[in-house]
C-alpha cells in the first residue's frame, strides 16, 4: 500500500532550523511543512509591507531557505511553507533567487494567493464579530488586513503542476499536511472521512513541531524528556487508508509518546468532535493513541463530517497603544517598596491627567501570573527580589509615553532602591474573527522555474 512521509520543520514564525535539517538529512522524507503563523502574524506582515512594499513575508525566510535549499540538491523533499505570510509573491522571488544562487537548475517554486480578503470585509461592516457578537463596522480602531483561513486547494494544485516548494499566505495549519495527502492519495471529503479525519489529525500533531515531540510537554520531576536542547522535530508516515504513526529521528532529543500526543491533540481544539478546518470538520472524540515502539505512536479512528460552508476571517486593526515601564526592588522589604512605588503610580495618573482605558500593575515574581488572591494562597515567604511592571492600554500615543515615563521617574522619586528601569510604547495590533461563504475565496497559484546560473560548479 503506498505511503508517505510528511515532516515538520517549524512551528511558529521564529522557530530553530537545525532540527528541520536533521529531518531532510536523515528522515528520509517525501515533504516537509513550515508552518510559520500565527493569528497577528499577517496584520503585522501587511504594517511591515505599508512600510516596505519588498517585505511582509516571514523575516527568517532568507535564512532558512539558505540553510535548506543545498540540502534540496541530495535530498528530494518537496517544501511547504506559510512563511509568505503578507507577501506570497516577494517570498517567492527570493526563494528563486536563492535557488538559482545555489544552482538549483529547475527547481520549481509556486506562490498560492487570494487569501486577502480585505477590499471584501471593508464592505462588510454587518459581518458579527464571533469574539464580541457585534458587528464589524463597530470597532473602534482602523482595519488593517483580512485574511481568509484558506483550505489545501491551492497546495494541491501546485503539487499537481509539479512545485518543488510551495509558499502560501494564509492556509489553516493542517492545510500544510492535507496539501500533499490528498495530492498523493486523491482524498476528497465527502467520499473519504476517515482518511480526511486522520488528515487533519496529522497535521494538528505536526504543526507545532516542537510541541509534540516533548517541548511544551516537559516538566521536570514530573514529566521528564530527554535532550530537550536538541529536540527532534517530528514526521508522520501515511498510508492511503489514513493508518499513520507519528515519530522523530532516532538519535534526535525528545519524546514522542501516547501523552505527549494526547497534550498536542486537545491544543487550541474548541471542540474535539466537531474541529472546523476548511479542508474537513474533523472528529478527535474516538481517537486512540498506541505506543508501537521507541518515540513511535500510532493514531487510529479520527473521523471527518464534510466540509464548512464558511470560512474563517482573520481581520487586523489598529486598537490604540500600551505604555509600559518596569522597575526592580531587591533585598528586604523588597515587596513594601515595589508595593509602594504602584502606589505613586496611580496617584501621579490622577495627578497629570493620563488618560488609560486599562491599566495593569504586575509584581513580576510575586504575583504577575495568579494575580493576588491566588498568590496568596501559594506563598508563604516573602520574596528577595521583585520587578514592577505597569502597563496601561490607551488611545494616543502620547498618554502612552506618559505613564511609561512614570515609571522610569520612580528612579530618583523613590522609594528606595529602585533599579534597571525600562520603558516601551507600542501600538496594539488586535485581530478578531468573522466567517464569510467559502466560494468568495479563491486561491491562485503561480510559478517560477530556476536555471542553472553560467558558471556555476557543483
Known sequence: MKSIRIGSGAGYGGDRIEPA???????ALDYIIFECLAERTIALGQEEKKRDSSKGYNPLLDYRMRRILPLLREHKVK???????????AAVQITFELAEEFGLDGLKIAGVTGDDVTTQIKASGHLDVLETQDKLNNLEGNLISANAYMGAEGIV??????ADIVITGRVADPSLVIGPLVHEFGWQADQHPNQMGQGVLAGHLLECAGQVTGGYYADPGYKEVPNLHRIGFPYVDMTEDGTFTISKVAGSGGLVSVDTCKEQMIYEIHDPARYMTPDAIADFSKVLFTQVGTDKVLAEHATSHGKPDTLKVSVGYEDGYIGEGEIS???????????LAAQIIEKRIVDTGI?????????????????????ALLTEAQPCEVRLRISGRTKDETNAWLLAN?????????????????????????????????EKVKSQVECLISHRKEGYEE
Do not use: H
Not at 526592588?329 to 515587596?335: E, F, K, R, T, V
Not at 515609571?407 to 496594539?428: F, H, Q, W
Open 329 to 339: 526592588y531587591g533585598g528586604q522589604n523588597c515587596l513594601a517598596r515595589a508595593k
Open 21 to 27: 535539517m536533521e529531518l531532510i538529512e536523515k528522515g
Open 406 to 438: 512614570e515609571v522610569e521617574a520612580l528612579y530618583t522619586n523613590g522609594p528606595a532602591g529602585g533599579s534597571g528601569a525600562r520603558k516601551r510604547i507600542e501600538k496594539v495590533v488586535s485581530v478578531c474573527s468573522v466567517f464569510i461563504p467559502r
Open 157 to 162: 494544485q501546485a503539487l499537481s503542476e509539479g
Open 79 to 89: 517544501v511547504i511553507t506559510n512563511m509568505g505570510a503578507a507577501n506570497v509573491e
Open 355 to 375: 488618560d488609560t482605558d486599562e491599566y495593569r500593575c504586575d509584581y513580576i515574581g510575586y504575583d504577575s501570573l495568579y494575580q493576588s488572591k491566588i498568590t
